[in-house]
Every structure is written in C-alpha cells, then in structure tokens.
C-alpha cells in the first residue's frame, strides 16, 4: 500500500511517498482503509521533532511511528476478539500511520462515523475536536450564562471551541482576523472581534471564561477584560517550553490563569464528539482537502498558522 513515512525529524522534505505492507490487524484491532486523514498542528510539531520534550514519546533520533493520527474510513477487516465492528462500517478515530491507505488500530479507537459528515469532516472530528471539549467542559467548566471569550476562532481548534461553548448555554465572542468574521457568525459566535480592527482586551465587556486558542496575549493583558472569578484556559500558542513552564507557574499563583494540558484521545470523548455531530452541534469546517502525494504541502500550509478550519488528505484519492 502507499503510505506516508518520515525517517528523520525535519521539514516537510523528510516526508515521504512509500510502498509498504499492509497492515494485519491484532486480535483487538481493526484494520481501515482510509478515507481521510486530518491534519492537526502536534502532527506538524511531531514531523519537526520539536519541542524537544516531544520526542520522550514519538522517538529520541526519529520517529517511532508513521505520520497521521485522525483518520476517517471503511473497516476492512478485524481481529478476532472485534465484536463491535465488521467489515464495511463507516468510523472515524484515531491511530498511528495514517497517512497510508490502510491504517491499524484497537477496535476502541473508533466510533460510528455520522451519517450526514463526509469520510473528511468525520476525520476533523478528533484531536482538534477533543481538544476542544477538553477545555470548554474539562479545564474551563463552561456554564449556561457564562460569558466566554475565544481567542483564535477560526483555525483547527477554534471553531469547535465556539460551537462547544454554545451548546454548553455560554455567550460566545469569537476573536480572528477579517476574512474569518462571516464563519464565526456562521458558526454561531454572538459577537465577532476582528483582531486586526480591534483589540478585545480595550473592550467594556468582562468574561467568566477566555480560551485562549491563539496564545496572543498575556495574562496581564487578559486580566483587564476578565471578571474577578474570570479565568484564562491556555489551549495554544508557542510550544516553547519556558513559555509553558511560565504559564504552569502562573497558575499555581493565579486564581485567572489555567493550568497547560494536553488533551489525550478517548473512546468516551470520541463518542461524545459522533453524538454533538449527529445532533447537528457541532459541524466540522474542512478548508482543504489534499491527495496523499501532496501530504507534505498540506504539513507546509498548515505550519504557516493561517488555516482556516481542518486541512485534510485523502489517501483514497490517489
Ligand atoms: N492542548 C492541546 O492538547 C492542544 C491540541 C491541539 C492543538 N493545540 C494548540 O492549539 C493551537 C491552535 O491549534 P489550531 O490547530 O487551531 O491551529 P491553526 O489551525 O493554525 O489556527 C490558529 C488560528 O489562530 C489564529 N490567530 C493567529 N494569530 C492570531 C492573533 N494574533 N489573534 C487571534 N487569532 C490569531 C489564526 O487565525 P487568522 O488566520 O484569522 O489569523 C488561526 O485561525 C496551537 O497552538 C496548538 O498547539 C493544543
């Protein structure tokens, strides 16, 4: 099969088109062929080698594993002890290798792909996703009532960050530049901010809840426009680690300023994210989609910070 490998940290250059086996599903697995793959920004970092702490996990010299983790497709085959899913149903999840045209992985790293979505969209539906339910329910606790302000509204993350919000009964202003402002109304936002017209931090508005997608400003800057029980969630922004190490100190001595997380996927999380698609919750925005052989330009598009919801490549289109 045609799969994506990287042999070395790097620029998009170390990504590159191969032939390589099929992969045997395990007893516990499920084996896809693949419809769609989305990109999310850890797989750009990860491609990079960089921070540097990253490679604890994915491998000190070179990554351990191929590139892509969400993926959307058709069950090609499972192992013996599968029982949930046959060949032929449509799922969405996450796995290692998924920019190849079958990937494998445990049978409880899928769930049900939505009807109504494309193999595309369904792929959107998971780290960039499940990040964001992590921080509107997990870290920021949004209520019905709550004002919240999203910083970064437009990219991979933001926008499920907005429709989360809304659906948990928050009043949501969204923040992103000036060509994003028709989505975000799209998207349900109640107030839109263009970043470039105007500084939201200078605003008679106060917030129970920013979440901070984009990492643009400081606490400090924050602090203006939060209510005293106000506080920030830190979802992105450099993954420099004394930038990080800055914002977990902060926390343990600021009642405003969240604690720095990753959010991990879950069978729990991805099947809340099938049930808010199918109830027509949440609906992902995929801006690009690109062919397996143009992996590499996806990475670069997505590097440059400026996407404008999920990019996605199709290893069933090559
Ligand atoms: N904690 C976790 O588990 C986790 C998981 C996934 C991602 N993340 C982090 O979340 C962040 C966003 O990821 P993403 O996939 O959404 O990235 P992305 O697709 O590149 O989107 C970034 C967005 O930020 C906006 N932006 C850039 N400069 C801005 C500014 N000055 N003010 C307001 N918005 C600005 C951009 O909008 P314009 O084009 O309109 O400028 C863009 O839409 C990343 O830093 C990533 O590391 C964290």
Request: with cysteine; glycine share 10%.
């Amino acid at each position: 099969m045609k799969a994506i490998v990287q042999s070395k940290y790097g620029n998009a250059d170390a990504l590159q088109l191969k032939e390589t086996d099929k992969p045997i599903p395990g007893a516990n697995d499920v084996v896809i062929k693949v419809h769609a793959t989305a990109l999310h920004i850890g797989d750009y970092y990860t491609m990079l080698g960089s921070p540097f702490l990253l490679r604890l996990m994915m491998g000190f010299f070179r990554p351990k594993f191929g590139p892509g983790t969400d993926v959307a497709g058709v069950v090609e085959s499972v192992g013996a002890n599968v029982t949930q899913w046959k060949p032929g149903d449509a799922v969405f999840g996450w796995c290692k290798g998924g920019f190849a045209e079958y990937a494998c992985a445990d049978a409880s790293q899928f769930a049900r792909k939505p009807e109504h979505l494309s193999f595309e969209q369904a792929s959107s539906l998971v780290t960039s996703a499940l990040t964001a339910l992590e921080a509107v329910r997990g870290q920021g606790k949004v209520k019905p009532g709550h004002n919240v302000l999203v910083n970064g509204a437009s990219g991979g993350v933001g926008p499920f960050v907005v429709q989360i919000a809304k659906s948990y009964g928050a009043t949501v202003t969204a923040v992103c530049s000036t060509r994003n402002v028709e989505r975000a109304v799209a998207m349900g936002a109640d107030v839109v901010v263009d970043y470039t017209q105007e500084d939201f931090t200078q605003r008679n508005e106060t917030y129970d809840c920013i979440l901070d997608v984009a990492g643009s400003r400081s606490l400090k800057e924050y602090r203006r426009v939060l209510k005293p029980t106000g506080v920030v969630i830190p979802i992105g922004g450099s993954p420099n680690l004394l930038r990080v190490l800055g914002i977990a100190i902060k926390s343990m001595f600021s009642k405003h300023q969240g604690a720095p997380f990753v959010s991990m996927p879950n069978t729990e999380d991805l099947n809340t994210m099938q049930e808010l698609a199918e109830s027509r919750v949440v609906q992902p925005f995929v801006e690009e989609c690109y062919s397996l052989e143009r992996t590499a330009d996806a990475y670069r598009y997505i590097g440059e910070g400026h996407a404008r919801g999920k990019i996605v490549v199709q290893p069933a289109r090559s």
